[in-house]
């Protein structure tokens, strides 16, 4: 490519005008980065969703908890096949920043209620048999380089330990896997028992239910059945599909999300409009240039290659820059959010669909003016000039 | 034809259409370029001076005729042959310079090679020989804005001749400097054409420019005339 010092130099020639239209386009991929992992962490939770899960919270807030009782009490209903439990731990790894999602659980029953995670039996079985023992996500693992055998000490940054300290030492029996590539793997399972006879704030109290009806038709009756056997009681409980409950969380901010869309949208349309028209008056400027660089030889098209060359270089310096910040936002938020929003990932697809929308930019921005000067006349540039 | 023509016009037409008038600014116009002559064309502007070097350079095509050089038609090239064949053969030489004003000397110098199958080692050599000739080796890394008219055409000069082309088109190449950086243009002119052999027809309006060529011919309205005519 020796045309690449010529294409470069044409670029960064004004500084000034490189700045802006490189940050106009920066700001438009950082949204665009931060705006599709958001939506696709969304849609993860609601994907993944079991059509016969229910979960059962607290009617003031789901973040109230529910009496250890109740796991029993909903057992004996009908159309109930199983039913687990699970408690926020607030878990990090030796610092606040750190956040690791851990969740107190039941072990046999979570497994069974969730069947789409999945674990060597002999380390299945080695964790039901080990109070102190943990079940690591495969993403977790590999990101923190946990292997099984591992010592971790894990702190929480609600609960206390009786004995003192928020800091509790676990063992990795196992590592869990997704059956799909779409299951989060990004948390721990501890023993509620453990934590429970552990922690002192005391009281058997469970963070929500979970459980499955023995066919999806029974999902309303069975709920409803389950808020009626505790209406009028200390702790009211609002039962949902677990279809229902993401989604009802996700459309608190799915409006906003929608405005988010609409942002993103008439930034990248704007944004290729000042591109686009920049990267005319750019090619504009430069027809006596165009005009000598015919003149001397170059052919008509590998000038048109490097007018859509410079563009594309421009889209990719902006789009790169920005997508790369909108990763550092993204890793950095997902640390704060991993409670809500345990997928937040800048993953392949949407890095892939960016560099796609960059060579789009690229190549419709540049369009025009490499036309032109693919068109452009020798005879009628010089005499113009 | 004689072997010795580097070029021959045979009953050249070249009219320009804008809308629904035709200007017709050459009519069977003949003409031959003896190889390594050195020819000045004079003659009022809008008598069709620089149509004439478009048309030698193979970057405006006549309407109608013929026009061989090196004994090959070259009027009826394709835009893409004409532009390879500008490239091989042709070194042209502006008024007012044309460089490229985000490159320095050496890499608007080296324009031309990168029309070549030249390595950039090689490149870099043929570059810093075409400086060399032009005196301004030390200006190689020098902006065009950073250098004099003269400086920037010496510059232009060795991209013209930096591909060793046979034939150097030169439109009013002193039209912008003053008397004495332009005679040194053109003495460098004279050079070219006398140590290297350099075929050259420049266009220009200054009759002490013209001595320095070979021969001067007069062009008025379309067609080549006498000087005592155009005089008069
Ligand atoms: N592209 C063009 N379209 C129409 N008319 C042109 C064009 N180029 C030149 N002309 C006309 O042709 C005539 C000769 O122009 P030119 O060759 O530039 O003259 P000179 O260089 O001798 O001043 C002028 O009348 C000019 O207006
Ligand atoms: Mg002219």
């Known amino acids: 490519m020796k045309d690449f010092y010529l294409i470069y130099k044409n670029l960064t020639r004004k500084k000034m005008r490189l700045f802006l239209t490189t940050f106009a386009i920066f700001i438009a991929f950082l949204i665009f980065g931060a705006v599709m992992t958001l939506r696709s962490a969304l849609n993860a939770g609601v994907e993944m969703s079991a059509d016969n899960r229910l979960v059962v919270v607290h009617k003031t807030s789901f973040t109230n908890p529910l009496p250890y009782a109740y796991v029993n009490k909903v057992k004996t209903l009908d159309g109930v096949k199983d039913v687990t439990h699970a408690n926020w731990f607030g878990g990090y790894y030796q610092e606040p920043r750190n956040q690791v999602v851990t969740l107190a659980v039941d072990p046999e029953t979570y497994m069974t209620v969730y069947p789409e995670l999945v674990v060597e039996p002999a380390q299945l079985a080695t964790w039901f048999a080990t109070q102190s023992g943990i079940l690591v996500g495969e993403r977790l693992a590999k990101a923190n380089n946990w292997q099984v ?41 501890i023993h509620y028992k453990y934590f429970n006879e552990t922690q002192s704030w005391g009281g058997d109290s469970v963070g929500w239910l979970i459980l499955t ?173 | 034809m004689s072997s010795e023509n580097l070029f021959e016009l045979n009953n050249v037409a070249k009219r320009f259409t804008k809308g629904k008038e035709t200007i017709s600014i050459f009519e069977g116009l003949n003409m031959h370029i003896k190889k390594g002559d050195f020819m000045a064309i004079m003659g009022p502007s809008g008598s069709g001076k620089t149509t004439l070097l478009n048309l030698l350079g193979g970057v405006d095509q006549p309407t109608s005729g013929e026009i061989t050089f090196a004994g090959q038609r070259i009027d009826n090239l394709s835009e893409s042959k004409l532009a390879k064949w500008r490239a091989n053969n042709i070194g042209f030489i502006f008024q007012f310079y044309n460089l490229m004003p985000m490159l320095n000397a050496a890499k608007n110098v080296e324009l031309p090679l990168l029309l070549t199958n030249l390595s950039s080692s090689e490149r870099k050599k043929q570059v810093a020989t075409a400086l060399q000739l032009v005196g301004l080796s030390d200006r190689a890394k020098h902006m065009p804005s950073e250098m004099s008219g003269g400086q920037q055409q010496r510059v232009a000069i060795a991209r013209a001749v930096v591909s060793d082309p046979t034939f150097l088109l030169c439109d009013e190449p002193t039209g912008d400097l003053d008397r004495q950086t332009a005679d040194e243009i053109l003495e460098m002119l004279q050079l070219l054409n006398r140590q290297f052999g350099k075929t050259i027809v420049m266009v220009t309006h200054d009759p002490s420019a013209a001595k320095f060529a070979s021969h001067t011919v007069h062009l008025n309205k379309g067609k080549f005339v006498k000087a005592e005519e155009l005089m008069a």
């Open chain 1, 149 to 189: 055998g591992d010592q971790i000490a894990l702190s929480s940054n609600i609960f206390s330990r009786k004995t003192g300290g928020q800091t509790w030492d676990f063992t990795v029996s196992g590592i869990f896997k997704g059956n799909e590539a779409k299951v989060d793997t990004g948390y721990v399972l």
């Open chain 1, 213 to 385: 009806t023995t066919d999806a038709a029974l999902n309303e009756q069975v709920a409803s059945q389950i808020d009626t056997n505790f209406a009028n009681s200390n702790n009211e409980t609002d039962t949902s599909t677990e279809q229902a409950f993401n989604k009802a969380f996700i459309e608190q901010i799915g409006n906003i999300g929608l405005i988010i869309f609409g942002v993103v949208f008439m930034a990248f349309f704007t944004i290729l409009i000042v591109v686009g028209n920049t990267m005319v008056l750019a090619i504009r400027e430069r027809t006596n240039e165009i005009a000598v660089l015919k003149t001397l030889g170059f052919e008509s098209k590998r000038i048109f290659k490097m007018v859509l060359a410079e563009s594309c270089l421009l889209a990719f310096l902006g789009g790169l820059l920005g997508l790369g910040a909108a990763y550092v936002i993204v890793t950095g938020a997902a640390e704060q959010m991993a409670r809500f929003l345990p997928n937040l990932v800048l993953d392949e697809n949407i890095v892939l669909q960016a560099l796609g929308y960059m060579l789009l930019l690229g190549l419709v921005t540049g369009m025009a003016p490499a036309i032109a000067a693919l068109r452009l006349n020798i005879v009628t540039a010089f005499s113009r000039g």
